[in-house]
């Protein structure tokens, strides 16, 4: 069995996922090890395979297990948009939801002048590269709505500007949002987008 000093260094490493703090950790753990049959054994099996076939797609920057994504391979999504999104969080998001049939491109970040991020650090190349080759017809900007993610929706249009018709995500008022709750940005955000009833 393991001793106390190995369970103590597996929480402390599950307490550095995000959401989990030490004690949410330390719960994780202890549950994990009564379900040790049933949750710990098959987990750590999953984790060990993971770690040995995980990869970022040459194409996008998902993340897979070969070296180009279901996504980018598959001749469905072949529609001419592509989907520019910070990281993979942010793919997995739009795929959640179903709607967007095209294929995506992973920036791998934003635009950042405190951090030192340029957009040789980012996969700005490269999506003027997938342009060039794939047939995009629509480039659709899908980046949050930060400063930081502005910017660099703002460079990218101006990198692409003429070469292929620049979209982004509406802004404003999420379904089921009361006005009461929101922040200003969000309120002017969707006055300036309204539209006709």
């Known amino acids: ?12 490493l599950m307490a550095k996922l995000p959401g989990l703090g030490p004690r949410s950790a330390r719960r994780a753990v202890l549950h994990l090890i009564r379900k040790r049959a049933l949750l710990l054994t098959p987990l750590a099996d ?3 395979e993971v770690a040995a076939t995980a990869r970022e797609c040459l194409n996008c920057g998902n993340v897979g297990t070969t070296d180009i994504c279901d996504i980018c391979d598959s001749e469905k999504r072949a529609t001419g948009e592509l989907c520019v999104v910070e990281d993979v969080a942010d793919l997995w998001a739009m795929e959640r939801s179903g709607v967007f049939k095209g294929r995506y491109h992973v920036l791998g970040g934003t635009l950042s002048a405190l951090d030192s991020i340029g957009p040789e650090d980012l996969r700005i190349p490269r999506l003027a590269d997938r342009i ?15 400063v930081d993610g502005q910017t660099t929706a703002h460079y990218i249009a101006d990198q692409l500007q003429g070469r292929v018709r620049l979209t982004s995500l509406a802004q404003g008022v999420p379904i089921g949002g009361e006005l009461d709750y ?16």
């Not at 955000?189 to 539209?195: G, Q, Y």
Request: zero cysteines; hydrophobic letters at 45%; proline letters at 2%.
């Open 46 to 48: 999953v984790m060990q």
């Open 182 to 197: 929101l922040d200003d940005g969000t309120i002017s955000a969707a006055l300036r987008a309204r539209k006709d009833i």
């Open 132 to 146: 060039d080759t794939e047939g995009i017809t629509e480039v659709i900007l899908a980046l949050n709505a930060t």
């Open 1 to 12: 069995m393991s001793s106390p000093s190995e369970i103590d260094h597996l929480i402390d």
